[in-house]
């Protein structure tokens, strides 16, 4: 029967063939090292409660065992490539699952993906948004331009043409910034958005549907009363 521990059979095996020393014979070893450790840790335990004065050298030599079992488990480090999370050893600890941990880890990337995903398609879009702004200037200038022509036709409006887009943005954004404030919109507003003409010319179609409309009541009222007399 062999004297040798498996930690030391593992080594000798190592040493003569390195390829012969796999991560799982080192995943047992570890294993049975451990298991010593605690074994030790139990005995050290039990004579501290039970301490007597003749004990001294035992407590000692638990402590040295402790210390060569630290030692054998350090050496083993570099033939094991897995790496344990310390989180998931804390859950251990406290009597936890650590499957617990592997939930809340999956389900924390996967939100900060979407949240990353989020961040890449918003960068996207202002791009995007950015390069097509000129032209939905354009379109909306010719759009607006078009509206107001059709609903005031003798209103004289400026030429806007391609080539003198950009400076005609540049002034009607300028002149947007000198429009009058919330305090003094009625009158002013009404005068500087209207030349005396054709602010004249919308007082008379306004007075000709008040006319209209009034004449419409007269005849209905009209209509009832003769229906009443009957």
Known sequence: MSEHSPHEEIMAEATEDPSRASSSNAKDAVETHLQELLQTLLDLSIIVYDFQPEGNRLVWNKINDIIAQYQSIDQLKDEISEYIPEEVINYVEQGRNPDIFTRAFIERAAGENQYTN???????????????????????????????????????????????????????????????????????????????????????????????????????????DEVMIV
Do not use: C, W
């Not at 059709?150 to 030429?159: N, V």
């Not at 429009?179 to 507003?189: H, Q, V």
């Not at 006319?211 to 419409?216: L, P, R």
């Open 118 to 224: 989020g961040k890449i398609q918003a960068v996207s879009f202002r791009t995007g948004y950015a390069h097509s702004l000129p032209f939905l200037i354009k379109e909306f200038r010719d759009l607006l331009q078009n509206e107001l022509l059709q609903s005031f036709p003798d209103l004289e409006l400026p030429s806007l043409n391609d080539n003198e887009g950009d400076s005609a943005i540049d002034k009607m954004i300028e002149s947007s910034n000198r429009l009058p404030s919330s305090n003094d919109k009625g009158e002013r507003l009404a005068d500087t958005a209207f030349p005396d003409q054709q602010q004249s010319q919308l007082d008379a179609a306004t007075n000709e549907l008040e006319k209209e409309y009034s004449n419409d009541n007269d005849n209905d009222n009209a209509d009832s």
